[in-house]
């Protein structure tokens, strides 16, 4: 556990090293996308730190599988031919 903790604090303070002086100059509507994705990673570190298997992309990945497949089917080239 420590290790990972110690690997989302080093990836973490080096992606705000490098985008605070960014996030300074940004739009406002900049600034609330890069806060939700924020928020999403903070999330998804907490899943990976805490070994919980609580919901995460692959999750929302299988949410939108079905509907993926319906539009696939219907944007079939061979069907449209016949």
Same mark, same amino acid.
């Given at each position: +556990?420590? #290790? /990972?903790?110690?690997?989302?604090?080093?990836?973490?303070?080096? +992606? %705000?090293?490098?985008? =605070? $002086?960014?996030?300074? @100059?940004?739009? $406002? /509507?900049? /600034?609330?996308?890069? #806060?939700?994705?924020?928020?999403?990673?903070?999330? %998804?570190?907490?899943?990976? @730190?805490?070994? =919980?298997? #609580? $919901?995460?992309? *692959?999750?929302?990945?299988?949410?939108?599988?079905? $509907?993926?497949? &319906? @539009? =696939? &089917?219907? %944007? *079939?080239?061979?069907?449209?031919?016949?």
């Amino acid at each position: +556990m420590f #290790g /990972r903790l110690l690997c989302v604090l080093v990836l973490a303070a080096a +992606m %705000l090293i490098c985008d =605070i $002086p960014k996030f300074k @100059i940004a739009a $406002p /509507r900049d /600034r609330v996308v890069y #806060g939700a994705l924020f928020v999403v990673l903070a999330y %998804l570190s907490f899943l990976f @730190i805490s070994s =919980i298997h #609580g $919901p995460n992309v *692959d999750s929302v990945f299988n949410l939108l599988a079905a $509907p993926a497949k &319906q @539009i =696939i &089917q219907w %944007l *079939d080239p061979a069907k449209s031919l016949s």
